[in-house]
Nanobody, 126 residues
């Protein structure tokens, strides 16, 4: 089992930045592909970014490319999502997720992930 806990959400003005963290426990984080998703009220959960467990491969939704950066620190069992140039359309609950250990590549669909955090609210005011 893997437990994921997000932190770092909050209220920020348009144009501002936030860094989300995802602390993992329960299984070797180093071997888990991970991703970030978000869900706004009345909308489906959508892919934001993903990172492989090996090779440092990353993948981003078009809506966040050039503004968001996903990274991981395996020594700290923590993943990150750096969000810059935020706009009101980025307002949502952000979830981190981890996929099956040793799975190769990055994953963009929620069904590809086995473990989820509880989410952290990000609100961007105009």
């Amino acid at each position: 089992q893997v437990q994921l806990v997000e932190s770092g959400g909050g209220l920020v003005q348009a144009g501002g930045s936030l860094r989300l963290s995802c602390a993992a426990s329960g299984r070797t984080f180093s071997f888990l592909p991970m991703g970030w998703f978000r869900q706004a009220p009345g909308k489906e959960r959508e892919f934001v970014a993903a990172i492989s467990w090996v090779g440092g491969n990353t993948n981003y939704a078009d809506s966040v490319k050039g503004r968001f950066t996903i990274s991981r620190d395996n020594a700290k069992n923590t993943g990150y999502l750096q969000m810059n140039s935020l706009n009101p359309e980025d307002t949502a609950v952000y979830y981190c997720a981890a996929a099956r250990a040793y799975a190769i590549g990055t994953y963009t669909l929620p069904r590809d992930y086995d473990y989820w955090g509880q989410g952290t609210q990000v609100t961007v005011s105009s």
